[in-house]
C-alpha cells in the first residue's frame, strides 16, 4: 500500500515537471485485432517502430500541421495529418489493411467531441481477457470507482448509491432487460451482454444526455460489432464455453454475427459450504443481421435467446463461525429441492434510412418477451452449537453442546411471464454545426404474476411465531395457544399493463473559443405513463452539459453536468414486500450535479491520465427497498427522501510499456429519511471502494501475459432479518475483499497452427487469497435463551479455472 501511495505522488509530481511536448501514442492492429510488430512510423525526420504488442510513441511539433506515414511491407500505409496543441497527447489507433486500399490521407481534429463528454470509453480487447467468476463486462467495471458489486456471482451492480434497477443498458441502441425473479447470484448464469461480441463500451456513473432513458443511475452503452471478413473463434473452460461466427458476403452488403454461450456454476457451488446436487444450465444465442439495400437504406436485425435451467438440491452445510474464545457452527441436513428456469426471448428489427449527409432516420422496433418459473420446498433441520477449542483434545473441532435445534420449511410456487413492445422513431439532423437528435418512442408492457411463498420454523419442536404477533407464551416452558401461522406468507395474483409514450430532444455542438475549445450539450425528456388504464402522468426532465479544453493545455479538460433524473415505476417498484400492485407509485426523482477533470501526461516515456469526479445526488418522492443477495423488495410507496456524494478518482496508463493497467478509489455517502423517521444509510451505502487492473508481461516472450484484478469495498449495511426494521438494526456486512489472478500465453500461426490464426492457452485463479466474504446471513434463534445468531452465508471461496482459445 505504501508502496502504490510513493508511485502515485511521483506521478502527480510529474504532472507539473514534464516538458512542454507533442505527443502521438497508441497500438497498430491488423483486421483480426492482432498488435503488429516493427511498422514504421515517420514525421519529417523523426522516426519510431512498434514493438511486441504493437504499441508506438512519437513526439511531433506543436501547432503545426505534420504529416505522420505508418508503413510496413505486408500492409499498405496510413497518412495522416495532425495539430496538435502544446503538450497534448493525441492518441491514434489504427487498423492495418492487407487487401484493400487505405484511404490516401486522413485529416484528424485532435478536439473530437468525444474527448469532452466525460463519458468513459473501455477496449472491448480487454474486457475479453480479463476473466472472472463471472466474466464479461461487469467484471471490468467493478474495478472502476463508483460502481459497486459486493458479489462475484452476480452480473447486478449499483451506481453512486443507486440500486440494481436503477441502471440503462443498451446495446445498439435498444433498451435490454434482465429477469424478475432471480433472488441470488448464482440463478443468473449469463450477462445479457456477450463481450464477444463488443465493438464499442461506453459508460456513465451519472449526469448523462437526455437520448438516455429514465433510470436514476448510470448507462452502459453497447455496439456490436460490424463484420468486415469471414472468421470463428471458440472459447473453453471449466465454467463454460463460447463461439463467434463473424460473416459477410462477397459484394459487402450482407454481413451476419452469430454468438452462442454456455455457462455451468457446478464448479463454483460445489466449492461453497453447502454440499449439494447441483445441475444448473444456462445457454444464450445471440445473432445481429445488417443488409445494405443501398447507399441511403439499411436494414438490421438482432435476435436473442436465453434460458437458465436451475436445479438444486441441498444436502449439507457446516459453518464455522464465532471468536478464537467462543468458537461455534452451524450443522444443516437438507431434504428437499429447488427447480428454477428463465426462458428469455428478445428481438428487434431496425431501419435506417439516410436522407442525406446532415439528416439520418431510424425507425427501431422490439420485442421482450420472459417467462419465470421458481419452484422450490426445502427442508432444512439445523443444530446451533459450540465446538471443542482445546488445541491438545483428540476431538478439536468437534460439535460438543448444541445450543438450538430446530427446522426450517420453505415452499414456493411462483410464476411470472412478461412481454414488452417497443417502436421508437429518431432523427438525427447535423443544423448550423449543431447535431440535434429527435426521439418519439412508445412501449406497451404486459406482465401476469402469481406468488405463494411462504416459511415456517420451528425451534425444539415449538413453532416461532412471526415477528408481527405478539405471544405472551413463554416457549418451550408453557405451551403456545396462539394461532398457528407461518413465519412468513405471501400469495398475490396480478394482471398488470403499463404504457409509456417517450420523447426527447437533444442539441450539442463543439465551438472553438479564443482561449479554447468548449462543447455543450442541451437536452429534455418527457416521459407519459399509466398503469392499467389509469390517468397519464407525465414527468419533464431537462440535462445539461457543459465541457471545456483550454487552449493554453489541452491535455487539461473541465466537464460540468447536470440533470433532472425521473424512473416511473417498472412492475417491480409497483409489487409491495406483502406481493400486492400499488397502481398509485410515482417516478421517484434525482438531481444529479457533478463537475469531472481529466488531465493527460506522460510519466517514463509513456503516457498516463488522472480523471477525478465529484458529484451531489439530491433524491426525493423515493421508493424505499429492501435488499437480500440480489433480490429487491419495494416498499411500493413513494414516502423516502435522500441524497448522495461523493468522489471518485481513477489514474490509468502503460505502468508496464505497451499495456494499460489502473488504480481507481471511490468515496460515497447516501441516506435516506423514510416516512420522516430521520436520515439511515440506504442498503447501497459503500463508503469506500478501491480496485485495482493491473497487466504484465514477460519482457523476453511478450505472449506470456498476466493480469490481476483487486477489488475492497467496505460493507454494506444489510445482513438483518427480512423482517427488521432498519431503524432498530444498523448492523453491516464485512468488508468485500476479493482478488482474481490471470495468466496466458497466445500462439499466432506458425507451420503448426495452418487453419488458426491464434491458439491462447490460460490459468486463472479466483479469489486467490481465499477470503471468506458473505454477502447475507441467516438468522437463527436459541429457543431457551430467545437470541438470535447471524451466520453469515460465504461466497466462493479459492477456485482455479483453466482456459483454452482458438481464433480461425
Known amino acids: 500500500m505504501i508502496r502504490n501511495v510513493f508511485i502515485f505522488f511521483i506521478l502527480l509530481n510529474g504532472i507539473f515537471c514534464y516538458a512542454q511536448k507533442s505527443i502521438i501514442t497508441g497500438v497498430i492492429l491488423d483486421e483480426l485485432n492482432n498488435p503488429i510488430e516493427n511498422v514504421n512510423i515517420i514525421c519529417d525526420n523523426k522516426g519510431t517502430t512498434t514493438n511486441n504488442n504493437g504499441f508506438y510513441k512519437i513526439e511531433i511539433e506543436s501547432n503545426l500541421n505534420e504529416k505522420i506515414v505508418f508503413t510496413h511491407i505486408n500492409f499498405k500505409k496510413v497518412i495522416i495529418e495532425v495539430n496538435l496543441n502544446i503538450n497534448e497527447i493525441f492518441e491514434f489507433n489504427p487498423v492495418l489493411k492487407e487487401s484493400f486500399e487505405q484511404i490516401s490521407t486522413v485529416i484528424i481534429n485532435s478536439s473530437k467531441r468525444e474527448t469532452l463528454q466525460s463519458i468513459l470509453n473501455i477496449s472491448p480487447e480487454r474486457i475479453r481477457t480479463i476473466s472472472g467468476a463471472q466474466a464479461g463486462i461487469e467484471n471490468i467495471l467493478k474495478t472502476l470507482p463508483g460502481f459497486n458489486t459486493n458479489n462475484e456471482l452476480s452480473t447486478q451492480y449499483s451506481v453512486r448509491g443507486g440500486n440494481y434497477d436503477e441502471n440503462l443498458v443498451y446495446v445498439n441502441g435498444i433498451e435490454v432487460y434482465r429477469p424478475f425473479l432471480i433472488r441470488s447470484g448464482q440463478q443468473e448464469g449469463l450477462s445479457f451482454i456477450n463481450s464477444e461480441l463488443t465493438d464499442d463500451i461506453k459508460f456513465s456513473a451519472g449526469g448523462f444526455e437526455a437520448k438516455y432513458g429514465d433510470k436514476m443511475s448510470s448507462v452502459l452503452d453497447i455496439k456490436y460489432k460490424q463484420p468486415n471478413e469471414n472468421k470463428y473463434s471458440v472459447k473453453l473452460n471449466f465454467l463454460g464455453m463460447s463461439s463467434t461466427f463473424e460473416n459477410i458476403s462477397k459484394n459487402k452488403k450482407f454481413s451476419n454475427l452469430l454468438g452462442f454461450r454456455y455457462r455451468n456454476n457446478e464448479l463454483v457451488v460445489k466449492a461453497k459450504e453447502t454440499k449439494s446436487n447441483f445441475n444448473p444450465s444456462f445457454i444464450d444465442f445471440q445473432n445481429l443481421s445488417r443488409l445494405k439495400v443501398n447507399e441511403k437504406f439499411s436494414i438490421s436485425g438482432f435476435f436473442n435467446y436465453s434460458e437458465n435451467d436451475y436445479r438444486f438440491k441441498p444436502i449439507t452445510r457446516q459453518t464455522n463461525f464465532g471468536t478464537l474464545e467462543s468458537p461455534q457452527a452451524l450443522v444443516v441436513y437438507?431434504?428437499?429441492?429447488?427447480?428454477?428456469?428463465?426462458?428469455?426471448?428478445?428481438n428487434s428489427i431496425s431501419f435506417n434510412y439516410k436522407f442525406s449527409e446532415n439528416i439520418k432516420l431510424d425507425l427501431i422496433t422490439s420485442f421482450y418477451n420472459t417467462s419465470e418459473k421458481e419452484y422450490f420446498d426445502i427442508l432444512a433441520q439445523y443444530n446451533l452449537a459450540t465446538v471443542n477449542s482445546d488445541i491438545g483434545s483428540d476431538n478439536l473441532g468437534d460439535v460438543e453442546f448444541s445450543q438450538g435445534i430446530g427446522s426450517q420449511l420453505n415452499h414456493a410456487r411462483n410464476n411470472l411471464n412478461a412481454e414488452i413492445f417497443n417502436i421508437e422513431s429518431k432523427i438525427q439532423a447535423l443544423v448550423h454545426k449543431n447535431n440535434l437528435e429527435i426521439s418519439v418512442k412508445f412501449s406497451n408492457e404486459k406482465i401476469s404474476d402469481r406468488i405463494v411463498e411462504w416459511e415456517v420454523i420451528d425451534s425444539a419442536g415449538f413453532l416461532i411465531d412471526p415477528p408481527f404477533i405478539q405471544n405472551l407464551a413463554e416457549q418451550p416452558y408453557e405451551p403456545n395457544e396462539g394461532p398457528i401461522v407461518p413465519y412468513?406468507?405471501?400469495?398475490?395474483?396480478?394482471?398488470?399493463?403499463?404504457?409509456?409514450?417517450?420523447?426527447?430532444?437533444?442539441?450539442?455542438?463543439?465551438?472553438?473559443?479564443?482561449?479554447?475549445?468548449?462543447?455543450?450539450?442541451?437536452?429534455?425528456?418527457?416521459?407519459?405513463?399509466?398503469?392499467?388504464?389509469?390517468?397519464?402522468?407525465?414527468?419533464?426532465?431537462?440535462?445539461?452539459?457543459?465541457?471545456?479544453?483550454?487552449?493554453?493545455?489541452?491535455?487539461?479538460?473541465?466537464?460540468?453536468?447536470?440533470?433532472?433524473?425521473y424512473q416511473p415505476p417498472f412492475y417491480k417498484e409497483l409489487r409491495g414486500i406483502n406481493g400486492e400492485i400499488n397502481p398509485s407509485v410515482d417516478a421517484q426523482k434525482s438531481i444529479h450535479l457533478v463537475f469531472a477533470n481529466e488531465y493527460k501526461?506522460?510519466?517514463?516515456?509513456?503516457?498516463?491520465?488522472?480523471?477525478?469526479?465529484?458529484?451531489?445526488?439530491?433524491?426525493?418522492?423515493?421508493?424505499?427497498?429492501?435488499?437480500?443477495?440480489?433480490?429487491?423488495?419495494?416498499?411500493?410507496?413513494?414516502?423516502?427522501?435522500?441524497?448522495?456524494?461523493?468522489?471518485?478518482?481513477?489514474?490509468?496508463?502503460?505502468?508496464?510499456?505497451?499495456?494499460?493497467?489502473?488504480?481507481?478509489?471511490?468515496?460515497?455517502?447516501?441516506?435516506?429519511?423514510?416516512?420522516?423517521?430521520?436520515?439511515?444509510?440506504?442498503?447501497?451505502?459503500?463508503?469506500?471502494?478501491?480496485?485495482?487492473?493491473?497487466?504484465?508481461?514477460?519482457?523476453?516472450?511478450?505472449n506470456l501475459k498476466m493480469f490481476i484484478n483487486l477489488v475492497y469495498?467496505?460493507?454494506?449495511?444489510?445482513?438483518?432479518?427480512?423482517?427488521?426494521?432498519?431503524?432498530?438494526?444498523?448492523?453491516?456486512?464485512?468488508?468485500?475483499?476479493?482478488?482474481?489472478?490471470?495468466?496466458?500465453?497466445?500462439?499466432?500461426?506458425?507451420?503448426?497452427?495452418?487453419?488458426?490464426?491464434?491458439?491462447?492457452?490460460?490459468?486463472?485463479?479466483?479469489?486467490?487469497?481465499?477470503?471468506?466474504?458473505?454477502?447475507?446471513?441467516?438468522?437463527?434463534r436459541d429457543v431457551y435463551t430467545k437470541r438470535q445468531y447471524s451466520i453469515p452465508n460465504y461466497l466462493t471461496p479459492r477456485i482455479f479455472n483453466f482456459s483454452l482459445g482458438l481464433d480461425f
Open 334 to 346: 437438507f431434504d428437499g429441492n429447488e427447480k428454477d428456469n428463465y426462458k428469455t426471448f428478445f
Open 488 to 565: 412468513q406468507n405471501i400469495r398475490s395474483k396480478s394482471n398488470t399493463e403499463i404504457k409509456r409514450l417517450q420523447f426527447y430532444s437533444q442539441i450539442e455542438r463543439e465551438i472553438d473559443v479564443s482561449k479554447g475549445s468548449l462543447y455543450y450539450n442541451f437536452g429534455i425528456r418527457s416521459h407519459f405513463w399509466n398503469v392499467n388504464n389509469s390517468k397519464f402522468r407525465n414527468k419533464f426532465s431537462p440535462r445539461f452539459q457543459i465541457g471545456y479544453v483550454p487552449k493554453s493545455n489541452s491535455n487539461l479538460k473541465f466537464n460540468f453536468k447536470y440533470g433532472l433524473y
Open 601 to 702: 501526461f506522460i510519466k517514463w516515456n509513456r503516457p498516463f491520465k488522472l480523471a477525478s469526479e465529484v458529484y451531489y445526488k439530491d433524491l426525493t418522492n423515493l421508493n424505499p427497498y429492501t435488499l437480500e443477495n440480489v433480490r429487491i423488495r419495494y416498499y411500493a410507496d413513494n414516502i423516502a427522501k435522500g441524497y448522495a456524494y461523493g468522489m471518485d478518482l481513477r489514474i490509468n496508463g502503460e505502468f508496464v510499456e505497451g499495456t494499460e493497467s489502473w488504480f481507481s478509489f471511490g468515496y460515497l455517502k447516501t441516506e435516506e429519511n423514510i416516512a420522516n423517521n430521520g436520515y439511515i444509510p440506504r442498503p447501497t451505502d459503500q463508503r469506500l471502494k478501491f480496485g485495482i487492473l493491473f497487466q504484465d508481461y514477460v519482457p523476453n516472450i511478450p
Open 713 to 780: 469495498n467496505t460493507g454494506l449495511p444489510g445482513g438483518s432479518p427480512t423482517y427488521a426494521d432498519p431503524y432498530q438494526y444498523r448492523k453491516r456486512l464485512p468488508d468485500y475483499k476479493r482478488a482474481d489472478l490471470g495468466i496466458s500465453y497466445i500462439l499466432k500461426k506458425n507451420k503448426l497452427l495452418k487453419n488458426i490464426n491464434e491458439l491462447s492457452i490460460g490459468l486463472e485463479i479466483f479469489n486467490i487469497f481465499n477470503i471468506q466474504n458473505s454477502i447475507t446471513n441467516t438468522w437463527v
